[in-house]
Structures are given as C-alpha cells and as structure tokens.
C-alpha cells in the first residue's frame, strides 16, 4: 500500500517539477554555450566583467527560484491532498495518517533531493568551463592550500569535498521538506487564515532553527576557528575544518528537528485535523 500511496503523491508532483528542472537545465546549458563557454583573458573589459557578473546573478537567482518552487509545490501538493476539499476524499480511504505522512514525506524528500543534485548539475555546467578549469589545474596546489587542504586533510580531493557536500545537502532538503509539511500541519490549528498562520509558522520554526544553531556552534567553539592567528599553519584558520565542523553540528541539529517535527505534524494529523 505504501508503494502505491509513493506513486500516487510522486505522479502529483510531477506533473509540475519535471518541466521546472528541465527549463532550468536548458537555460543553463544556453548560458554554457553562449556566454560562460566563451570567457577568455583576452576578452576582459568593464562591459564584458559588468555581463558576466550580471549573468551569474541571474542565473543563481533563477537556481535560487528553482528550489523555492519545489518546496513550495510539495507543500502546496501536501496542504490541498491532506487539507483542502480534497481531504475529505483522502479520509474516505482505508489508510493512516501516518501512513499517508510518511508517503508524501518520502516523495517530497525525493524530489528534493532530485532538485539539489540539479543545483549541482547546473552549476556545473554553467561555471566549469575549460577555460577555469585550466586555471585550476595550473594553481591546484595553492587552490588546495588555500582552503585547507593541508596536514590531515591534505588526502581529500575536490571531489570527495564536492561529494560530501551534495550528500549534506541532499540531507538538509529531506529536513526542509519535514519542516514545511509541519508548517502546514500547525497552521491548520489557526481558526482562521490558515494558509497566513502556515506561513508564519514556517517562518518562526526556521528562526528558531537558525537560533539554536548560532547557540550550538558558539557552546562547542566553532566560532573561534574564524579568528587567524598569526601562530604556524595548524593554528590558522583552516575553512575545510571550518566546513566540517559547521555539518556536524548542522546534521546533528537537522536529526534532531526534524524527527520532533515530523512527529508533531503526526500527532496534528492524527488529533487535531478540522476540515471545516
């Protein structure tokens, strides 16, 4: 059953985010071929800095809109499935809550996930020309240096980083994705403009997440790695130590809520749903 539920939920969802991610892979495929593909020393000036700049701000504003519409048409798909007009024809089916929670949590997750390995794939495309991908490979060693890739850390490869960095991120979508379904879940306890109270319980969960955060990665010392020290190269500021330091405690954080909030949004639908 829960096989089919996955299916059901992820057929509702593609009816919109395929073409999404396909407009954005095209137009960053375009902006490959025509204007990053064709960045040269030579071809350096004010006007073509001023459209290369203004290219990439575009481009991170769309990836930026990209994501947006994901998570927000998994939650609009999670709000009219399970409390809209169509809730009440949900209710009628010998199934869960809980059954029906995990399923629409599972195939938002995949397409969130879906949607940062696009991100990655984009980016990819649109910045790793072969023009800074030779600069790269000719200052690798001062690149690596740079960002910290010495002493233990001096193994790790960009890829492996890179790799690392899009498992993260992949995990912190499947938290997104628990987090706007309990937005919506705590909106419905508003009597009235319950959409407003999703939205604002959305907004007050994520400052309250990016709260602890700061108290967390101040009561563990993180922030003490961001002042350089003038003493030998371990005690300076290493940004890969940084970096991974940041995920430990942001995974541990993103365990934590998000197992108290897909719980809460379970107990509200199981207690406190009124369709009325």
């Known amino acids: 059953m829960l096989s089919k539920l996955i299916k059901y939920d992820m057929k509702s969802l593609n ?9 954005i892979l095209l137009s960053s495929i375009m902006i490959r071929v025509f204007i990053t593909g064709r960045i040269k020393p030579q071809t350096s000036s004010e006007q073509t800095d001023f459209l290369i700049i203004l290219c990439y701000v575009l481009y991170f504003t ?36 809980g059954m029906h929670l995990l399923s629409k949590t599972i195939a938002g997750s995949i397409w969130a996930m879906v949607n940062m390995c696009f991100v990655y794939l984009c980016s990819y495309v649109v910045i790793w020309t072969p023009y800074i991908k ?13 960002f910290g890739f010495v002493g233990k850390y001096a193994g790790l490869s960009f890829s492996t980083v890179l790799l690392i960095l899009l498992l993260f991120s992949c995990f912190g979508a499947i938290s997104s994705i628990i987090m706007i379904y309990a937005s919506v879940a705590l909106g419905q306890l508003f009597s009235s403009h319950r959409v407003l109270g999703a939205v604002v319980s959305y ?3 994520s400052t309250l997440i990016s709260v602890l955060s700061v108290v967390a990665m101040a ?14 190269l371990e005690d300076e500021f290493n940004l890969v130590s ?16 998000s197992v108290i909030l897909y719980v809460a949004t379970h107990c509200i639908m199981n207690k406190k749903i009124n369709l009325i």
């Open 242 to 257: 940084y970096m991974i330091e940041i995920m430990k405690i942001s995974a541990g954080l993103m365990i934590i809520t």
């Open 62 to 97: 769309m990836i930026t809109a990209l994501s947006t519409g994901t998570y927000l048409i998994a939650g609009i798909r999670f709000y009219k499935n399970m409390f809209s007009d169509e809730g009440y024809l949900t209710k009628t089916l010998p199934i869960t809550n």
């Open 134 to 146: 030779s600069v790269v490979d000719e200052n690798k060693d001062d690149i690596l240096q740079e």
């Open 203 to 205: 907004f007050v969960i």
């Open 219 to 232: 009561l563990l010392g993180s922030e003490t790695r961001l002042i350089v020290t003038s003493g030998s």
């Open 15 to 23: 009816r919109f985010l395929p073409v999404l991610h396909l407009f």
